[in-house]
């Protein structure tokens, strides 16, 4: 049987805390060596910020099929997302 909080999670209704997404801030920061505007959205982060940045996070996380960078055409913003 399945606890509550792994249903919730699974089902993307928790959302990650502040100083999670603080930590996940920084240390996306350091990769992309640029600030950068960080949204936890249904489960997914999602890194605003210049292209060059959207594709270093890319890079580094190339291997994980849940990772992507892409121009939202409604935001005029690049993002990585990274779904969790």
Same mark, same amino acid.
């Given at each position: @049987?399945?606890?509550?909080? &792994?249903?919730?999670? %699974?089902?993307k209704?928790v959302?990650m805390?502040?100083q999670?997404?603080?930590? *996940?801030?920084k240390m996306w920061?350091?990769?992309a060596?640029e600030?950068l505007e *960080?949204e &936890? *959205?249904?489960?997914?982060?999602?890194?605003?910020?210049s292209?060059?940045a959207?594709l270093? +996070? +890319?890079?580094e996380?190339r291997?994980? %099929? %849940?990772a992507r960078?892409d121009?939202?055409?409604? @935001?005029?913003k690049f993002?990585?997302? +990274?779904? @969790?």
């Open positions: @049987m399945t606890s509550l909080n &792994d249903f919730l999670k %699974k089902e209704l959302e805390s502040d999670q997404l603080d930590k *996940i801030k920061e350091a990769k060596k600030k *960080i &936890d *959205i249904k489960g997914t982060v999602y890194a605003f910020g292209e060059v959207t270093r +996070l +890319l890079k996380y291997t994980n %099929k %849940k960078a121009y939202s055409t409604n @935001m005029k993002y990585f997302s +990274l779904e @969790m």
